[in-house]
DNA sequence: ACTGGGTAAACAG
DNA sequence: CTGTTTACCCAGT
C-alpha cells in the first residue's frame, strides 16, 4: 500500500494505493496512523503509481468543482462484500448534479426494502467523492448522513447546485 | 415531532 | 445461531 497526498483548494486529501488501484480516499484532517504497511515492498510499481495518482488528483479536482471527472482511476474494492461493490458500483452511476435515494439504489439493485443495508453499504464506502456516495440522500430530498461529516456532504452538493431539505 | 414495526446486511460472540 | 448496530422507510399518533 503507498499513500500519496493531493493538495486541493479544500484542503489536503489522502489516497491509499494497492496494486490494484485506488483502495482508499481520506477527507483532510482523517490522520491516520497506519502511515507504513510493513508487507515488504510495496507491490505497486512506480509508473502506476504516477499514472494513477495523476488521475486521482484531477478526477477530484474535477467534482469538487461540480463537473463531471474526464476520467477515474481504477480502484481497489477487494474490501468490500459483494453487496457493497453492487452498491458502489450503481453510485457511479449518478452524475453531477442528480441524486438518488437509499430505496431507489436499493430497486435498481432488485433488492427492494435493503436501504437500510445500502445506508451502510454508503457508510462503508472508503472511496467517496470519486465514488460520489454524498449524492445519496433519504427520502422526500432529506439530507441523511455522511461518514465524512454532513457539512462535506452539503458542500459537494452545494458545488453541484443541488440543495437538500 | 416522535414512535413503533418492518426491513436487509455486517459483525461480535 | 442470536443479538446488536446501522448514512432507511412509512404509517400512525
Redesign the pocket.
Known sequence: MQTVTIPTEQGEFTAVYSEHGLARLEFPGTRRLDRNSATGPSKVTESKLRRWSATTAAALEQILDGKKPASLPPFDWSGG????RCVWAELLRIGPGRTK???EIATALR?P????????A??A?PI?VLVP??R?L???G?L?????GLDWKRRLLSRENVTPK
Do not use: L
Not at 426494502?113 to 451502510?120: D, E, F, I, T, Y
Not at 441523511?144 to 465524512?148: A, E, P, R, V
Open positions: 462484500t459483494e453487496f457493497q435515494s437509499y430505496s433488492n426494502g435493503a436501504a437500510r443495508a445500502v445506508g451502510s454508503c457508510g464506502n467517496p456516495c454524498h445519496v433519504a427520502a422526500g432529506r441523511g448522513g455522511f461518514s465524512g
